[in-house]
């Protein structure tokens, strides 16, 4: 069974920083672009960044752009999405897909979905 296994949520002040991790088990996903999406109590879920298969793409939200990095390591066939700057409007939880689109930022165009890691900024 293929998963998508996310880690390094947690609690954080503004200001402060977390780095998200992706490990896909049951396959490889280095011929896949990954991305990050995030879900808000109450709020639809909104993509967050992306990153081609070789990573030499990289795609972001308005939002988060020049707070946060996505980046991959093919070679130990992960994911990860360091988030600098964080506000408390960031609070959500986060999670790992993976698509065969390229540059997708639709949610409903991955295929391979993670079970998300909380992520919680207080004021």
């Known amino acids: 069974q293929v998963q998508l296994l996310e880690s390094g949520g947690g609690l954080v002040q503004a200001g402060g920083s977390l780095r998200l991790s992706c490990a896909p088990s049951?396959?490889?996903?280095?011929?896949?672009?990954m991305g990050w999406f995030r879900q808000a109590p109450g709020k639809e879920r909104q993509f967050v960044a992306a990153?081609?298969?070789?990573?030499?793409?990289?795609y972001y939200a308005d939002s988060v752009k020049g707070r946060f990095t996505i980046s991959r390591d093919n070679a130990k066939n992960t994911v990860y999405l360091q988030m600098n700057s964080l506000k408390p409007e960031d609070t959500a939880v986060y999670y790992c897909?993976?698509?065969?689109?390229?540059?997708?930022?639709?949610?409903?165009?991955?295929?391979?979905w993670g079970q998300g890691t909380q992520v919680t900024v207080s004021s």
């Open positions: 049951g396959r490889t996903f280095s011929s896949y672009d």
């Open positions: 990153i081609s298969w070789s990573g030499g793409s990289t």
């Open positions: 897909a993976a698509t065969r689109v390229r540059g997708s930022k639709i949610g409903a165009l991955y295929d391979y």
